[in-house]
């Protein structure tokens, strides 16, 4: 149990277009998401934290409207990196919390991520 | 400032040699969750560890959480090629569940 899947697991854009990517708990109902980057051979940063229903909080130094986050429902969150630089270039995971009832509460749960690469 | 410091941040060792990596803060922590991860892909949950001076263990590896919950440790022993990753420690506060990472380890086993 206890699966989050990410989509696509790579992807290639061109400078200036957006792209999205998908975050899904596929076994398990997830109040919260998290977003992280991380650059290579280093440790996750968080970007911010999606609830579902609301807005996301996103962390200090990550621009929110570059970096748009929408959680609809209990098993599904996307990261849409808007007009994305070579700069964003990085690998994206997401990890999924379960419900207050559940019974992994204390756990994240993280998805295979995303390499993103902006030409 | 690092609120979790990991270390060593690297480490290189043959295979049949013990090791420990440690994540100390001057943080209590409601948990501390240790996570492997191979390169392109996401973290995967080892051991998570709630009670102070608990310790786990999972085959060869010894996970161990300090009696005041600020620091743990994760021993391997007779270390194995299959051991090689990055491995990362977070601390969870229990007023939001955010994950404090440390900066990881990363663990090479040379056959």
């Known amino acids: 149990g206890a699966v989050v899947s990410q989509h696509p697991s790579r992807v290639i854009c061109k400078s200036g277009t957006s792209v999205k990517i998908e975050c899904r708990s596929l076994?398990?109902?997830?109040?919260?998401m998290f977003w992280y980057r991380q650059f290579p051979k280093q440790s996750l940063m968080l970007m911010a934290t999606?609830?579902?229903?609301?807005?996301?909080?996103?962390e200090q130094g990550v621009e929110k409207d570059k970096f748009l986050i929408n959680h609809a429902s209990l098993t599904l969150s996307t990261l849409t990196v808007t007009s994305a630089h070579p700069e964003d270039s990085s690998f994206y995971i997401c990890s999924a919390r379960d419900i207050p009832s559940g019974p992994s509460y204390n756990e994240q749960f993280f998805g295979p991520g995303t390499r993103l690469t902006v030409l | 400032t690092q609120l979790l410091e990991q270390s060593p941040q690297f480490l290189s060792i043959q295979e049949g040699e013990n090791l420990t990596v440690y994540c100390n803060s001057s943080?209590?922590?409601?948990?501390l969750q240790w996570y492997r991860q191979e390169p392109g892909e996401g973290p995967v949950l080892l051991v998570t560890v709630v009670t102070g001076g608990e310790v786990k263990k999972l085959k060869r590896l010894t996970f161990q959480f300090g009696d005041a919950r600020k620091d743990s440790s994760l021993h391997i022993t007779a270390a194995q090629p299959g051991d090689t990753g990055l491995y990362l420690c977070a601390g969870a506060w229990q007023s939001n569940y955010q994950l404090i990472w440390g900066a990881g380890t990363k663990l090479i086993i040379k056959p």
């Open positions: 943080s209590v922590f409601s948990s």
């Open positions: 999606s609830n579902e229903g609301s807005k996301a909080t996103y």
């Open positions: 076994d398990f109902q997830a109040t919260t």
